[in-house]
């Protein structure tokens, strides 16, 4: 059977998933009931982040749709095998408009895996569970060349829960992003990097929390048709580039913003290219394509 072809994009890797949401109750057997967590619009972003370190197969299902909600179970038996070596994320789009816009579900089930942050397109429709593992095996590959090799705890149902402890700063970040009050998360970001401005985890975070912000509730083909009739106009063109950046179009985004820099002056260039520095964070400064697009805005501005 042939497997899947992965684009093997640079990654990168920086906390552990097990940090930031609490584990649901698993649909699947006993052994992977630890792998499967709950991906919900006010949550989700801290899961992203966590594929940073382990990685992650999401499951679109709708409760409307018997058979895609089962597969979830199909997924989690799968991951119950793999010991740890990536986490299932369950998602109902009924209750998550947010996510199934974000990933634009036409049909569910649908899957795809997550890596560093970084969406991975897998497969849509129902599968038998060995035509999983091909597509898992993939996925796994693609994470260890870039280093994602965590592990998300595995225990026997009779052992407690032990969830290790974050900086408070940080434990408070992910508490206000799960209760979905983004002023709150860029607070608790912005006071941990007054007190430490080496935390590239919270740095990162706050980028993305950011992003985040300026993402929500926005009407992505309105958006995109407005930068398209005002190519001058830099607001309209940083928020396709967030739009894109947030729906895994890293390098569209980046040679928008690049062609910004290039075509602008004074104040609106400087605008443009800390806009485009700070979706740099986002992605992550080692990712390939952040290098690629530093060297372009280098040759842009001079």
């Keep these: 059977m042939t497997s899947h072809p992965i684009s093997s994009a640079a990654l990168r890797g920086a906390v552990d998933l097990s940090t930031l949401s609490q584990p649901s109750p698993a649909t699947g057997a006993a052994d992977g009931k630890r792998l499967v967590i709950e991906g919900t619009d006010g949550g989700f972003q801290a899961i992203v982040t966590g594929t940073q370190s382990v990685p992650a197969v999401v499951v679109l299902w709708s409760q409307r749709s018997p058979a895609a909600g089962d597969f979830v179970e199909v997924v989690a038996s799968v991951a119950a095998s793999y010991e740890g070596r990536f986490q299932v994320v369950s998602i109902n789009v009924d209750a998550n408009p947010g996510l199934q816009q974000a990933f634009q579900v036409q049909s569910v089930p649908m899957t795809l895996g997550l890596v560093a942050g970084q969406p991975v397109p897998l497969f849509a429709g129902p599968q038998p569970a ?15 060349e870039h280093g994602v090799t965590g592990r998300a705890a595995v225990a026997a149902p009779e052992e407690a829960e032990v969830e290790p402890e974050l900086p408070p700063l940080h434990q408070e ?12 998360a860029v607070d608790a970001y912005t006071r941990a990097l007054a007190q430490n401005p080496a935390d590239e985890e919270a740095a990162v975070g706050l980028a993305q929390v950011k992003l985040m912000q300026r993402t929500a509730g926005v009407d992505q083909q309105a958006a995109r048709v407005a930068a398209a009739e005002a190519p001058t106009d830099i607001a309209a063109q940083m928020l396709v580039a967030d739009l894109d950046v947030q729906g895994g179009h890293v390098e569209d985004a980046f040679v928008r913003l690049v062609d910004v820099v290039r075509a602008s002056e004074g104040d609106e260039r400087d605008t443009v290219r800390e806009h485009l520095v700070e979706l740099f964070a986002v992605v992550g400064t080692h990712d390939e394509r952040v290098q690629k697009a530093r060297r372009a805005l280098m040759s842009a501005l001079f």
């Excluded at 060995?130 to 260890?144: F, N, P, S, W």
């Design 130 to 144: 060995e035509q999983v593992r091909v597509y898992v095996d993939e996925l796994l590959k693609l994470a260890a």
């Design 173 to 184: 970040a992910f508490d206000a992003i799960e209760r979905d009050d983004l002023d709150a």
